[in-house]
């Protein structure tokens, strides 16, 4: 059902995110029957995982000119239907599908375009790329969008987003996300695209009974009206969903003042929105005091309060008339964080500290005192300490931490690996192995000849991707503090995820992906792999920082590596690792809970724990001696139980290969049936209906290349 990536060559080192299991796939499958071994939880019966990831169509052997968060958006997943025999019973099936974007139809339908429609993110990160060159890229994709405009095609480019980063479910909708355009709204269990989501309705919806009558003003769409209203729609991969309320949050970044602005959707006929108090819908408010256009990925939303990151990696064209690339981290400047009440954007309040990088936040709560009131705002976050995710992500070496004054290779780094050129053949860690080698090859060691860890990553503050802790204190009449700042664990740590029961509240547990050594080999065409799944237990941790308060901003709460947490065999201990086979890598974990039903007082942190881990999983022994993917290779879906963090209950095999990618979401049976009526879906065709003009569309198209 899946067709390799691009035959490899020895002599031409393949990208590393274009290599592998990195490698896109072309094929898509409905809804297909597959195998599985194992026992398939009956909570899971009826609901899907679904997972998203960029996968190129376009010249997918782009060289440098590539990076991980670049491709047309693919969702892949497993549906764990019924079977009609018997309904207690399941008849599991995995279906992928490309997201017909405006894009991908363009590029699909115009196959002699040699390179994809939008500049690669390398290109605008990478300080080699000229000025001219940077341009030419921009101009190309300005002039493939004007050129489906003026050649009367039904299908112009409106929106640039390739809607390949997250997937989530709201008010009868499963929408696709990416940071460049609105939601997608997805069909399940198709995985078919119906339309663009602006707030009120999607492309594609069957017309409501209840439909407001023609002379009623309709509501304002995200990015409302005017010349800047297309960049102003741009919306934030990570919407959140308050599952009390049933309210979805949002922001929307671009490069223009005020440069974040922000909405709340309550869902049609829900209590917030008939509530005339505080239900009231908020579109495109803006955000005052943020510093500049960013690349703003996620933020933290608890019941009552919003945090906004603003943090100092700009991502803006501005900074081309600086002489900079358009995405650049500047870590001598601060962070900074805006905190405001949930339907109030223009009371935000903004608190700094030492410049860093979050991609995801993990939970965010309010704290009260002892008269009911808010006194602060709690947040986990994935901190990272440089920005080096963003360039080796796109082949490209980081730049060096302004604070690096002498390189230690035997320090250890990031959760990310970096790509390294000029030193390849000096680095002991990379003199063993080609460029198409496994990342993590301390599994082909045997256990007795692994190099032990005895300095933790906590000693190196340049390279780290750690669960963090901050508290913002909104306390009446104090001033803009950040009281508690520092990280619960010195393992990596990323791509978090927690039970829904208690998400925008104090939870106990996270979830999240680790490594097995802190050291990621550098050398060239690694690529970030992910081989343990870690469950911390967050309020354990912070008890232990309130009774022995840890150094702020650099300080750790629990010291140990990853190697003396998977040796440890205290049934208490607050985190918790499973440890994948070796050749065994995974992907995102979405926590599914064993209850449908959440709990209170001491049952809580048990329902947190009581249920599944789902993750795709692919075995890189199914690689050649090129470091490609077989022809037949395979992913599969597991399902581990998180109460003990070590039994495997369930592993489907998909018949197909999952590329290495992004971000999923579990939908349960009750989602899938509830979907709004949908009167079409979007479709790609193979050949063009406009007459008259084909000599001179492929003269253009041949020419922008």
């Known amino acids: 059902m899946s067709t390799p990536g691009p035959n490899s060559s020895k002599s031409t080192p393949k990208h590393p995110y274009l290599s592998g299991n990195f490698a896109p796939v072309s094929t898509t499958c409905p809804p297909t029957p597959v195998s599985w071994t194992g026992r398939v939880p009956p909570e899971l019966l009826g609901g899907m995982y679904v997972r998203n990831g960029g996968n190129p169509v376009t010249n997918s052997d782009l060289g440098r000119e590539a990076h991980w968060f670049d491709g047309d958006g693919m969702l892949a997943g497993v549906?764990?239907?019924?079977?009609?025999?018997?309904?207690?019973?399941?008849?599991?099936?995995?279906?992928?599908?490309?997201?017909?974007t405006d894009v991908y139809r363009t590029a699909v339908e115009n196959p002699t375009l040699r390179t994809p429609i939008l500049p690669s993110i390398a290109t605008l990160v990478n300080p080699a790329s000229s000025l001219l060159l940077i341009l030419w890229r921009i101009l190309r994709t300005v002039l493939v969008v004007f050129w489906t405009h003026l050649s009367g095609s039904a299908r112009a480019i409106k929106r640039i987003s390739v809607a390949n980063t997250s997937i989530l479910y709201h008010d009868g909708r499963a929408l696709a996300t990416c940071e460049s355009g609105p939601p997608m709204r997805i069909a399940l269990p198709s995985l078919e695209t119906v339309g663009w989501f602006d707030g009120n309705r999607a492309e594609g919806e069957a017309t409501p009974c209840n439909k407001d009558t023609d002379d009623e003003k309709q509501p304002e769409a995200l990015g409302?009206?005017?010349?800047?209203?297309?960049?102003?729609?741009?919306?934030?991969?990570?919407?959140?969903?308050?599952?009390?309320?049933?309210?979805?949050?949002?922001?929307?970044?671009?490069?223009?003042?005020?440069?974040?602005?922000?909405?709340?959707?309550?869902?049609?006929?829900?209590?917030?929105?008939?509530?005339?108090?505080?239900?009231n819908r908020i579109i495109n408010a803006p955000v005052p005091g943020c510093t500049g256009g960013k690349l703003m990925h996620d933020f933290g939303v608890s019941r009552h309060n919003t945090v906004i990151l603003d943090l100092p990696l700009s991502l803006t064209p501005l900074n081309l008339a600086m002489n900079k690339p358009i995405v650049f981290y500047q870590p001598e400047k601060p962070a900074r964080f805006g905190v405001f009440p949930r339907r109030h954007p223009?009371?935000?309040?903004?608190?700094?500290?030492?410049?860093?990088?979050?991609?995801?936040?993990?939970?965010?709560?309010?704290?009260?005192?002892?008269?009911?009131?808010?006194?602060?705002?709690?947040?986990?976050?994935?901190?990272?300490?440089?920005?080096?995710?963003?360039f080796s992500a796109g082949n490209i070496e980081p730049p060096p931490n302004p604070s690096h004054e002498q390189a230690v290779r035997s320090r250890p780094m990031s959760f990310f690996a970096k790509y390294d050129d000029e030193e390849h053949v000096q680095d002991p860690e990379k003199s063993h192995s080609d460029e198409n080698s496994p990342?993590?090859?301390?599994?082909?060691?045997?256990?007795?000849?692994?190099?032990?860890?005895?300095?933790?990553?906590?000693?190196?503050?340049?390279?780290?991707?750690?669960?963090?802790?901050?508290?913002?204190?909104?306390?009446?009449?104090?001033?803009?503090?950040?009281?508690?700042?520092?990280?619960?664990?010195?393992?990596?740590?990323?791509?978090?995820?927690?039970?829904?029961?208690?998400?925008?509240?104090?939870?106990?547990?996270?979830?999240?992906?680790?490594?097995?050594?802190?050291?990621?080999?550098?050398?060239?065409?690694?690529?970030?792999?992910?081989?343990?799944?870690?469950?911390?237990?967050?309020?354990?941790?912070?008890?232990?920082?309130?009774?022995?308060?840890?150094?702020?901003?650099?300080?750790?709460?629990?010291?140990?590596?990853?190697?003396?947490?998977?040796?440890?065999?205290?049934?208490?201990?607050?985190?918790?690792?499973?440890?994948?086979?070796?050749?065994?890598?995974?992907?995102?974990?979405?926590?599914?809970?064993?209850?449908?039903?959440?709990?209170?007082?001491?049952?809580?942190?048990?329902?947190?724990?009581?249920?599944?881990?789902?993750?795709?999983?692919?075995?890189?022994?199914?690689?050649?001696?090129?470091?490609?993917?077989?022809?037949?290779?395979?992913?599969?879906?597991?399902?581990?139980?998180?109460?003990?963090?070590?039994?495997?209950?369930?592993?489907?095999?998909?018949?197909?290969?999952?590329?290495?990618?992004?971000?999923?979401?579990?939908?349960?049976?009750?989602?899938?049936?509830?979907?709004?009526?949908?009167?079409?879906?979007?479709?790609?065709?193979?050949?063009?209906?406009?007459?008259?003009?084909?000599?001179?569309?492929?003269?253009?198209?041949?020419?922008?290349?």
């Open 439 to 705: 990342l993590l090859e301390v599994h082909n060691e045997p256990e007795s000849s692994k190099a032990p860890h005895n300095v933790p990553i906590s000693h190196d503050d340049e390279e780290q991707c750690r669960l963090y802790y901050y508290r913002f204190s909104l306390a009446p009449g104090s001033s803009n503090t950040i009281t508690h700042e520092f990280a619960l664990a010195a393992i990596p740590f990323e791509f978090p995820t927690i039970s829904p029961f208690t998400e925008m509240s104090r939870a106990r547990y996270v979830y999240g992906c680790s490594t097995s050594d802190e050291s990621f080999g550098a050398a060239l065409g690694k690529a970030t792999k992910i081989d343990i799944l870690v469950r911390v237990d967050v309020q354990t941790l912070l008890n232990r920082a309130q009774k022995s308060p840890p150094q702020a901003v650099d300080g750790c709460v629990d010291t140990r590596t990853i190697d003396e947490i998977l040796a440890s065999d205290d049934r208490d201990d607050p985190i918790k690792a499973f440890h994948l086979p070796p050749k065994h890598f995974g992907q995102e974990a979405r926590f599914v809970p064993r209850s449908a039903k959440s709990a209170s007082g001491d049952d809580a942190g048990f329902v947190e724990e009581d249920g599944y881990l789902l993750f795709y999983v692919f075995n890189e022994d199914q690689l050649d001696e090129d470091g490609e993917c077989k022809a037949d290779a395979e992913s599969e879906l597991w399902v581990l139980d998180a109460r003990d963090m070590q039994t495997v209950v369930c592993r489907i095999q998909l018949g197909a290969r999952i590329p290495y990618g992004l971000h999923g979401n579990w939908f349960t049976e009750e989602d899938i049936a509830q979907q709004r009526e949908i009167a079409s879906v979007r479709s790609v065709s193979e050949t063009r209906s406009e007459a008259g003009s084909s000599n001179l569309r492929k003269a253009l198209v041949s020419y922008l290349g």
């Open 224 to 279: 409302g009206t005017g010349l800047l209203s297309w960049m102003k729609e741009w919306t934030t991969g990570h919407p959140k969903v308050d599952k009390v309320t049933n309210e979805m949050v949002l922001f929307h970044c671009n490069f223009v003042a005020p440069y974040v602005h922000y909405s709340l959707l309550p869902a049609e006929g829900s209590v917030a929105k008939r509530s005339s108090s505080e239900g």
């Open 346 to 390: 223009e009371l935000v309040r903004w608190f700094e500290t030492s410049g860093c990088c979050i991609l995801h936040t993990a939970n965010t709560w309010d704290e009260y005192n002892s008269t009911g009131d808010i006194s602060a705002v709690s947040m986990l976050a994935c901190r990272l300490t440089t920005a080096s995710l963003v």
């Open 79 to 100: 549906w764990f239907s019924r079977s009609t025999a018997d309904p207690t019973k399941p008849a599991v099936k995995f279906v992928n599908q490309f997201i017909t």
